[in-house]
């Protein structure tokens, strides 16, 4: 089955290319800007506040009532310049009750109505950040169709375990054996601990 992503250029499908000089240090992720992996619920708030100069009412703080995290969001303009309004998420664990996981996300994930091409720019922009980011490629994936349609750009995971990843989604439509997508969301998700997540499971044996 082929699928194609409506407007996304050749150059930005492509692995980065660098010559023995030019490779990057080895990524590392530790959270996103002030927000660092492990810190309480009022410490990403405080974080959140002193990267983007918000008021404590604009950042919403809900429970996730299946896995029983703590989302902390914010709505932020321009985090990237001119690709307009971004919804971050800050994960708390089930258990730890601390810093496992941020997702930012543009238009439809952000609930911020942005155009294909607007969507495909800031998707170009990461991609790109990301493939000479440091990532190791034996531990990277790139342009991954998901069963939905949606195709994950691009998965990195560092030497010291936490993950990245850059996912476009959006409607698909199908001609013949071909799947066309038109982007209209686009998703980063930086992870601490992306083989065991700190969410609530059922105990073993009482089912």
Known sequence: MLIGVMGLSAS???AAEATPAEQPAAAVVTGFRSATFGMTEAQVIAAIQKDFKVNRPDIAVEQNKIERTTSISVTVP????????????YILGH???TLIQINVGWGAVAGVPATAEQILGTAQLLKTYLLGAGYDPQKSAVDAVLPDGSVMLFRGITTQGPATILTLSGPVEQTGDRKTLTPAAL?????????NPDIYRIPKGQF
């Open 12 to 14: 930005a499908t492509g």
């Open 187 to 195: 998703s980063l998700s930086y992870i601490s601990n992306p083989g």
């Open 95 to 97: 258990k730890s009750k």
């Open 78 to 89: 321009d985090l990237l310049p001119d690709t307009g309004k971004a919804k971050l998420a």
